[in-house]
Each structure stands twice: as structure tokens, then as C-alpha cells.
């Protein structure tokens, strides 16, 4: 399987089940960007620098963590309701915010000491969250895990991310350089471009499912088997 062929199935699964996504995870990313414009204007300019690492923290492990056992169970030719598969993610929120904090800091650390060492620190823990999720694993133990599995794809790995997070980065830089070229940019616009970047940053997460089900299992299971 090459980074293509991933690509290829990931974009299918998505763009089949993109309603249901945007029912599953915008309402959050949409409450997430909400919150952060809430804080940058009560606080002003006495918001740490940390701020948006910290509301990321609250936010994004419901819905990711919500989308993964979404594509868990979707893999396996069940159709659950929204209700049912935030009942199971809201339980796994406290450890995936662990998680998520323990590599936003690896990746950070990594960036810190050159851009390349962050990237390789990103590709190397890019199974943890599947690994909390699917398989009970601790944050630690995740991350540990994850550092192991992704021996020997690491290039089929890092090609899966890029692919679609580096035009996902560009695109947000120039919409934003467009939009908001005032100091203060009006809500609206602001949370519409974290609306459509947040659901164009999903797409990395259901390529990387499907190279953790390629990497975990012995036979290849398609992603979407409804």
C-alpha cells in the first residue's frame, strides 16, 4: 500500500461520510474556535503563550476521539449513532488530553532543537491516539507503543501527513493573510476558516487509521466496509 492508494481510500471514506462528520465534530471545532476569540479578547494582550495549546486540550481529544471510533465502527459495518459514539469518547477525553498535551511538548521539543527532529517526533507518536482509543493503552504506554509500530513506515507514515496537512497549512496562511489583514479580524470570518481547516485536518486522521489497520493487521481491512 503506497501513500496514494491511502490517500485515495481516505478521501472516499470521507468525502461518503463527510455529513455525518461535520454532524460529529464542527459543532466542537466551531466552540473551540469560539472560545479561543472569547479569550484573545478578554484577555487581550495578557494571554499566555500557551492558550491555545490549553483550549486545544479541552476540545479536540472529544472529537477526534469521537471520529476515531467512528471509523472503528464504521470499519466494522456498524452504523452507530452521534449520541452513542460521544457517550463512548466523553470517558477517554481525560487520558487523550494527557495525550495530546504529552505530544504537542514531544513535537514542540523536537521543533525546538531543529524543524526536522519535531517532524520526526510527529511521525513516530502518529499511532498513539488509535493505540488510547482502540486498544485501552495509557497516554505513556500510547506513546511508547506508537514509537515501536511505526518502525520500518516511517516514510509511507510522514508522506500520509504531509500530503494533506501541507496544503491544509499554506491554504490557511493566505486565507488568513487575505481575511484578516486587520488587527482585530471580524468573528464571523475567523470562524468560519477554523470551521473548514478544522474538518480539512480530519483527513490526516482517517489516513492515519488506515495505516494503523494496515501496520496492525494481517490482512488488509478496507477503511469503510458499509
Known amino acids: 500500500m503506497n501513500v496514494l492508494a491511502i490517500l485515495r481510500d481516505a478521501w472516499f471514506f470521507y468525502s461518503r461520510h463527510f455529513l455525518t462528520i461535520?454532524?460529529?465534530?464542527l459543532p466542537l471545532?466551531?466552540?473551540e474556535s469560539l472560545t479561543r476569540v472569547a479569550l484573545d479578547h478578554w484577555l487581550a494582550n495578557d494571554a499566555p503563550p500557551a492558550l491555545d495549546l490549553l483550549v486545544g486540550l479541552i476540545f479536540y481529544p472529544l472529537y477526534v476521539g469521537a471520529l476515531i471510533l467512528f471509523l472503528d465502527a464504521r470499519s466494522r459495518g456498524h452504523d452507530p449513532a452521534?449520541?452513542?459514539?460521544y457517550a463512548r469518547a466523553l470517558p477517554l477525553w481525560p487520558a487523550l488530553a494527557v495525550l495530546s498535551g504529552l505530544g504537542s511538548l514531544l513535537i514542540l521539543l523536537g521543533a525546538s532543537l531543529f524543524v526536522l527532529p519535531g517532524i520526526w517526533v510527529m511521525v513516530k507518536i502518529a499511532f498513539a491516539e488509535y493505540l488510547l482509543v482502540l486498544r485501552g493503552l495509557s497516554p505513556l504506554a500510547a506513546l511508547k507503543q506508537s514509537f515501536i509500530m511505526t518502525r520500518g513506515h516511517f516514510l509511507l507514515i510522514l508522506g500520509c501527513v504531509m500530503t494533506v496537512l501541507l496544503p491544509v497549512w499554506?491554504?490557511?496562511?493566505?486565507?488568513a493573510a487575505q481575511l484578516f489583514a486587520e488587527e482585530t479580524p471580524p468573528l464571523l470570518p475567523r470562524m468560519l476558516l477554523d470551521g473548514v481547516v478544522g474538518l480539512l485536518q480530519l483527513l490526516p486522521t482517517?489516513?492515519?487509521?488506515?495505516?494503523?489497520?494496515?501496520?496492525?493487521?494481517?490482512?488488509?481491512?478496507?477503511t469503510d466496509a458499509g
Open 22 to 25: 461535520v454532524r460529529l465534530c
Open 29 to 31: 471545532i466551531l466552540l
Open 82 to 85: 452521534l449520541g452513542a459514539v
Open 170 to 175: 499554506i491554504l490557511e496562511v493566505w486565507i
Open 206 to 222: 482517517i489516513m492515519l487509521f488506515r495505516c494503523f489497520m494496515l501496520c496492525t493487521e494481517p490482512t488488509v481491512r478496507e
